[in-house]
């Protein structure tokens, strides 16, 4: 199994997510059901990273991004040979470009 590294922006996008369900929209149950969701699908990268899809876009292509489901979440991160790196956590809804895999600043 890979060691697991997140990106700051993944970090956010889950503490975003959990609020979103568990505050905004006062559903606790959901928030949590997300967020495991969103861990057993990084959980099964991280033992298959190949198993992820590969990032679609023509701007992203030549990179080595690829994706994983969590229903209605895609992951998107990238692997060596020791670590799995979380890029992003989008909602599928949303539209992923080149621009929003950038890092923020340390």
């Not at 190949?50 to 969590?70: H, M, P």
């Not at 998107?76 to 929003?100: G, S």
Request: proline share 5%.
């Amino acid at each position: 199994m890979l060691d697991l590294a997140w990106r700051p922006r993944a970090h956010l996008d889950r503490e975003s997510i959990a609020i979103h369900l568990g505050l905004e929209r006062k559903a606790p149950q959901a928030a949590l059901d997300a967020m495991r969701r969103i861990d057993d699908a990084i959980e099964r990268v991280r033992t298959f990273p190949d198993s992820g899809g590969r990032v679609r876009l023509d701007a992203l292509r030549r990179t080595e991004y690829r994706t994983v489901l969590a229903n209605p979440y895609t992951v998107y991160y990238r692997f060596d040979e020791k670590t799995l790196t979380v890029y992003r956590i989008l909602h599928q809804c949303q539209n992923i470009d080149t621009y929003a895999l950038v890092d923020l600043p340390r």
